[in-house]
């Protein structure tokens, strides 16, 4: 009886928000509509918020190939190219974007799902065929990680950098983090990046700039009911800029009015929004981007 009382208050909830018209994005129900907005937030984002003050200064791995500054290999300055990039791209319609995955109830794992599909993309992009890698690699085998309870999509590339990725149909998602990493399965792997970068913080037209060039992982608060219920539109919170989820951005655009935006694709299943993805507001007057978006962006490069 109270779950059907949560689903029922959250249904009444999305009609009346609807009704009133003023957010500019419509809410629906999912799969998820069953579950309180703190059940929600435990379930499918971090354990804990965090705000990314790490500072700007280029990071080094050490690859196979050795010593490897993680500074930008075709990253670019978007105070300087700002008027040149497209007005809008959208890499799903050019075919280098996988379907939205679903990380069921491992709730930190966007940040692997995140890293994994700008890699996936990345390496799309360049060798002109898809490729759908292992989130559940990233998961068991990556040092730095705490698997469920969240993680920094740079510790995934420092992985991927190191020994490559294996195919999700070699490693496949469990929705669980493993008491170890199988490296039978993870010595199979099918894709491998030289190393990453981050896209200057706080700068949108940068972003703008490296998302034209390829998708870029970025961490977002995704807190609240608004987020839980999203269905279309372009959201706009209300959210702060202490991130607890990650996502893909995969694109940019304007609409008809004049409304910039962001899409991103999540890892919450393609039931959620629009068929896993979302638009979200892009130059909102906010120094972190709305929900932090502009705090931390990082992407792969080969």
């Not at 993870?186 to 700068?203: K, L």
């Not at 800029?241 to 999540?266: C, F, P, R, S």
Request: hydrophobic residues 40%.
């Amino acid at each position: 009886m109270r779950r059907f009382a949560v689903y029922k208050r959250n249904v009444e909830y999305i009609e009346a928000t609807n009704r009133d018209g003023r957010l500019g994005y419509e809410l629906g129900e999912n799969e998820f509509t069953d579950l309180t907005a703190e059940e929600f937030a435990a379930r499918y984002t971090e354990a804990a918020a965090h705000d990314h003050v790490e500072d700007n200064n280029a990071m080094v791995i050490t690859t196979r190939a050795g010593d490897v500054h993680m500074m930008a290999a075709n990253g670019v300055d978007g105070s300087t190219v700002a008027d040149a990039v497209p007005r809008s791209v959208d890499w799903r319609t050019k075919g280098v974007v996988t379907p939205a995955k679903n990380q069921m109830g491992c709730g930190g794992a966007g940040w692997a799902f995140a890293a994994v599909a700008t890699v996936e993309s990345l390496w799309s992009i360049k060798q002109g065929t898809t490729f759908t890698l292992s989130e559940q690699e990233i998961l068991d085998c990556v040092p730095q990680s705490r698997g469920c309870e969240g993680g920094d999509p740079a510790a995934a590339f420092e992985w991927i950098s190191h020994g490559a990725i294996a195919n999700e149909s070699t490693y496949p998602y469990k929705g669980a983090k493993s008491d170890h990493c199988d490296t039978e399965k993870a010595d199979h792997p099918v894709a491998v990046i030289t190393g990453f970068d981050n896209v200057p913080r706080r700068d949108e037209a940068a972003l703008a700039a490296q998302v034209a060039l390829q998708p870029v992982a970025v961490a977002i608060d995704a807190r609240g009911e608004n987020m839980q219920h999203y269905k279309s539109g372009v959201y706009t919170g209300p959210c702060s800029w202490k991130a607890n989820h990650h996502v893909a951005l995969v694109g940019y655009g304007e609409t008809q009015d004049g409304v910039k935006y962001w899409i991103a694709m999540n890892s919450w299943g393609q039931t959620w929004g629009d068929k896993g993805f979302f638009l979200m507001r892009r130059g909102a007057d906010y120094i972190h981007g709305l929900c932090g978006v502009d705090v931390n962006p990082l992407y792969p490069f080969v």
